[in-house]
């Protein structure tokens, strides 16, 4: 079993739609929780970052955490064409050097 | 603030010749740093991690090294390149004592003919 879990998609979804993005996993350990965007060709960038359960909300994202079910999720509301990227969970333990990342979920949002 | 610097941005090697792609942050001090590849499709891989000046760890056993000359510099190498070592390299830095969160490179896409 992979430490991370995401569907690779691709996820396609007309403009304004509500998008949700999902990861589990299976380390109990983890504290820190992150999500990156990644467009073409280009390096992540990091989007949102969660400690422990709770949701955190930025603009037209949310990130949503469930320790008790191990599981993340990141919302977009209102999705533009310019959201269309890959979408990258990650998280990591207290105290870490090393990040886990998720393969990553490619979102295309249609005009 | 900080900003993280990586090149070349593209380079095509051809199978045994040398490798060297390099690393640098400003804005801050003594980070950690580290270097990814990603292959098509698939997810980050951790290829090494340095928290000071000389001190590397490899994650993965391969024909490629990296090394930390300088507090902010890191550096990615390899003597023979194999086609397998195709991919995007990616460089990111961390906070020192902290691994949770990274801030990555513009990274370079390398294919080896």
């Known amino acids: 079993q992979k430490e991370v879990e995401q569907d690779p998609g691709p996820l396609s979804v007309p403009e304004g739609a509500i998008v949700s993005l999902n990861c589990t996993y299976s380390?109990?350990?983890?504290?820190?929780f992150m999500w990156y965007r990644q467009y073409s060709r280009k390096g992540p960038e990091l989007l949102m970052y969660?400690?422990?359960?709770g949701n955190k909300e930025d603009g037209r994202f949310t990130a949503q955490v469930d320790k008790s079910s191990k599981y993340i999720s990141l919302f977009i509301r209102d999705s533009q064409p310019s959201d269309s990227a890959t979408y990258l969970c990650?998280?990591?333990?207290?105290?870490?050097?090393?990040?886990?990342f998720g393969a990553g979920t490619r979102l295309f949002v249609k005009a | 603030s900080q900003t993280i610097h990586q090149w070349p941005a593209t380079l095509v090697q051809p199978v045994g010749s040398p490798l060297s792609l390099e690393c640098t942050v400003e804005g801050t001090s003594n980070p950690n740093l580290y270097w990814y590849r990603q292959a098509a499709g698939r997810g980050l891989q951790l290829l090494f991690y340095s928290v000071g000046i000389g001190q590397i760890s490899s994650e993965v056993p391969q024909n490629l090294s990296a090394s930390r000359p300088q507090d902010r510099q890191f550096i990615l190498s390899s003597k023979k390149l194999l086609l397998s070592d195709s991919g995007f390299y990616l460089c990111?830095?961390?906070?020192?004592?902290?691994?949770?969160?990274?801030?990555f490179g513009p990274g370079t896409r390398l294919l080896v003919l």
């Open positions: 969660t400690y422990s359960s």
């Open positions: 380390n109990s350990a983890f504290q820190y």
């Open positions: 990111a830095w961390s906070v020192h004592g902290s691994g949770e969160t990274q801030y």
């Open positions: 990650a998280m990591s333990g207290t105290g870490g050097f090393k990040t886990i």
